[in-house]
């Protein structure tokens, strides 16, 4: 990258569930004490996405006081009627986030899409508006806000806390049209990573630093007139990036 395409960002919201894998067997759901990285790549992802770039989440900033809360819920049974579940939530979660987008190499034939400074001023724009797409925190009734925020500024909960260990986590999953070396390629895989807390600050390992877990294969999907599959490249004709 050349330019300027790094985005900071507060997201906020009255609770938030960032599942643990293995606590959704028996139909329950706990969460993590702190985002996941999947998570708030699917905040950012809601404000602003297109298979052209791949967005990195850097840091995130935990600004409020980690607080848990246990709701009984009764979702739907497969075979009919109603169960009864408990779910815990963080309550009143506010972070910071700090991201920015490479291209995404899996995808040459959107290479003329590859404006960074277009794709840059659109996420910002987006952010501004608040997202393109409903926001939430992990899981679909956890609504939440997106506003501008410089990352680092204001007072944060944890900002004298030296280091908060979290152990061993889920960090997220690489679809094939994100693969990034071979052991990826054509294959649905699992991340995980040791995450802890400094000041406040979790630093995001990168995707390929992660512990990879292969789940099983699947072929990048296509795009492409030929195939009468949407590209949003030349819909309304001949399109210049140059």
Known sequence: MEHENRVEFEVFGDYALFSDPVTRTGGEKLTYQIPTYEAMKGVL???????????????????NRI??????????????????????????????????????????????????NKHYLIAKRMIERGGRRDVYLGTREC???????????????????????FGMMYHGITYPDEAYNE???????????RAKMEHGIIH????????????????????GQDIENFTGLGEFGQVDFE
């Open 183 to 193: 052991k990826t390629q054509d294959m649905l895989t699992v991340r995980l990573w």
């Open 143 to 165: 609504q939440a806000y997106v506003i501008p925020e410089k990352f680092g500024e204001g007072t944060g909960f944890y900002d004298d806390t030296p280091e908060l260990d």
């Open 67 to 116: 607080q848990t809360e246990t709701k009984g819920i009764r979702p739907i049974k497969f075979s009919g009627g109603n169960d009864l579940s408990y779910y815990t939530y963080l309550r009143d979660c506010r972070y910071q986030v700090r991201a920015r987008f490479i291209w995404n190499e899996n995808r040459p034939d959107l290479a003329k899409d590859r404006n960074e």
């Open 204 to 223: 995001f390992a990168p995707p390929p630093e992660c512990t990879q877990r292969p789940v099983r294969e699947m072929k990048m999907k296509a795009f």
């Open 45 to 63: 992802h809601s404000v602003y996405w297109k298979p052209t770039i791949i967005w990195i989440v850097e840091s995130v900033r935990v600004m």
